[in-house]
């Protein structure tokens, strides 16, 4: 009965689905210029709590100081409640961008804080930022809550927001 039943098996082919065959991008093949473009497209928070932790190759990239020229730290709502100094939430926020602006090696020309600048960390910045322009800098209004200071040149006008 066996061979009965595996030579009928045999002379009629079982079906079989259909694989799609695809292939998954491989990340780590990506040049390092277009792999830190993506990366740059992250907010700083996200950079810090998540990109850069995915492999050796991306905190490589990620402790380029070309990848800190603009910190933008005006996503942190996702993450933390900064409204309150002292707060541990403010004071990892704090810490975080001054690490932010120390991976800058001092090539920093935008910035964007939200919710938690002191005058401790505008001293900070303003220590280690070379890149600014500081008579823009000490034009720019303040705005409650919010400071971001941008160096676009494209516009006289235009003197970027604290």
């Known amino acids: 009965m066996s061979s009965s039943s595996s030579s009928s098996s045999s002379s009629t082919p079982a079906k079989r689905p259909k694989l799609e065959i695809t292939t998954n991008p491989n990340w780590l ?6 792999t830190s473009n ?5 907010g700083t928070v996200e950079i810090l709590k998540n ?17 800190w020229r603009n910190i933008d730290m005006g996503t942190v709502d996702q993450y933390f409640e900064p409204d309150i100094p002292g707060t541990p939430d403010h004071d990892r926020l704090v810490k975080m961008c001054q690490y932010a602006v120390d991976l800058s090696s001092g090539h920093l020309e935008k910035i964007h804080i939200y ?9 900070y910045i303003a220590d280690r930022a070379k890149g600014i322009d500081y008579e823009k800098a000490l034009s720019m209004e303040w705005k409650p809550q ?3 200071y941008d160096d676009d040149d494209d ?5 970027g927001h604290f």
Request: with cysteine; glycine share 2%; charged share 30%.
């Open 29 to 34: 093949e990506l040049p390092r210029d277009i």
């Open 115 to 123: 919710r938690f600048g002191t005058d401790n960390l505008l001293r």
């Open 51 to 67: 990109a850069r932790n995915v492999c050796p190759y991306w905190w490589n990239i990620c402790k380029d100081p070309s990848m």
């Open 38 to 42: 993506i990366l740059q497209r992250l």
């Open 155 to 159: 516009d006289d006008d235009d003197m």
């Open 146 to 148: 919010t400071l971001t």
